[in-house]
């Protein structure tokens, strides 16, 4: 079985994951997800790459800031305890629009793209990558990837309600080498 090297942005994939638990009306183990990809790709899972942000915590925490920073901190030293994952962490940015607070994770995108550069340094022998995101970002890293013989199988999510999170980037579509939407049988648990 081939290897191959996965890169998580985490901001997305956990958005998508709380979409699939709420239409099956239930958790998923963030993991086997992962591990289902690849033996759905024929690949064996050298490295992950987990990017991600800790949430927003102001000066005085609320109770929900509090909460959410625990659950952050407890998902890191999970992670951070494999030997076969790196985690990379942004920051979070706290904007005010229209007098409503949104968040938003800042610098993953540069990472996740310094790391796929990497790649055919740190791990010579692999030829494809798997790359979990939503962001057209990533097409010149992806353009990048392909020149140098690495092929790039996105896995992404997208739908086509108005006014939805998951809007469909078909610049990143058309860059990718293989391009696969996330699906429910993507988060089930084997046993």
């Not at 958005?15 to 963030?30: F, H, Y």
């Not at 979990?132 to 992404?156: E, H, Q, R």
Request: glycine letters at 4%; one cysteine or more.
């Amino acid at each position: 079985m081939e290897d191959t090297i996965m890169f998580v942005d985490n901001g997305f994939f956990k958005l998508v994951k709380k979409e699939i638990e709420a239409r099956t009306k239930s958790k998923k183990k963030l993991l086997q997800t992962f591990r289902n990809i690849c033996e759905k790709e024929k690949l064996y899972l050298k490295h992950l790459f987990f990017y991600t942000a800790p949430p927003y915590q102001s000066e005085s925490p609320t109770e929900k800031e509090k909460n959410l920073i625990k659950s952050y901190r407890y998902l890191l030293k999970f992670l951070k305890y494999k030997k076969w994952i790196t985690v990379r962490e942004g920051r979070c940015q706290r904007l005010k629009i229209d007098g409503e607070f949104t968040y938003k994770q800042k610098g993953v995108d540069i990472l996740i793209s310094i790391d796929m550069m990497e790649t055919p340094n740190r791990y010579p022998g692999i030829k494809k990558i798997i790359l979990i995101a939503c962001d057209s970002d990533f097409v010149p890293v992806i353009g990048i990837m392909k020149s140098k013989g690495i092929n790039v199988i996105l896995y992404t999510y997208f739908d086509r309600k108005r006014n939805s999170s998951f809007s469909k980037y078909n610049e990143l579509l058309k860059a990718a080498s293989k391009w696969v939407k996330l699906e429910e049988v993507d988060f089930e648990d084997k046993k």
